[in-house]
């Protein structure tokens, strides 16, 4: 049985931080890519960050433009957990952030939410102002 489960939601004031986490079991970590999604109350949900299954130099990470310089996505192979450090959290970050896992054993993740075939329920970041 394939299971995500996201943890480390809460509620942060503007200029603080959360750390996210994505417990994967069920599948071979090593041949899926990780993505983070969020989705605001009435808003599409939208990809904020992926990385790939493969490590190393041919690892690769991508971030939304709107979270470059503040959000960091990584991945611990031993614990089979995807994290996503937030710093400098804005009121508009807040959302209900997902992970969700795409099998893709290369160098790249993707980018559109119809690639990831499992995801997670999901945990509430509100971001106060």
């Known amino acids: 049985q394939v299971q995500l489960v996201e943890s480390g939601g809460g509620l942060v004031q503007a200029g603080g931080s959360l750390r996210l986490s994505c417990a994967v079991s069920g599948v071979s970590f090593d041949k899926y890519a990780i993505g983070w999604f969020r989705q605001a109350p009435g808003m599409e949900r939208e990809i904020i960050s992926c990385v790939s299954s493969v490590d190393g130099s041919d690892s690769s990470t991508r971030y939304r433009d709107s979270v470059k310089g503040r959000f960091t996505i990584s991945k611990d192979n031993a614990a089979n957990t995807v994290y996503l450090q937030m710093n400098s959290l804005k009121p508009e970050d807040t959302a209900v952030y997902y992970c969700?896992?795409?099998?893709?054993?290369?160098?790249?993740?993707?980018?559109?939410?119809?690639?990831?075939?499992?995801w997670g329920q999901g945990t509430l970041v509100t971001v106060s102002s």
């Open positions: 969700a896992a795409d099998y893709e054993p290369s160098w790249r993740c993707r980018w559109a939410a119809s690639d990831y075939e499992y």
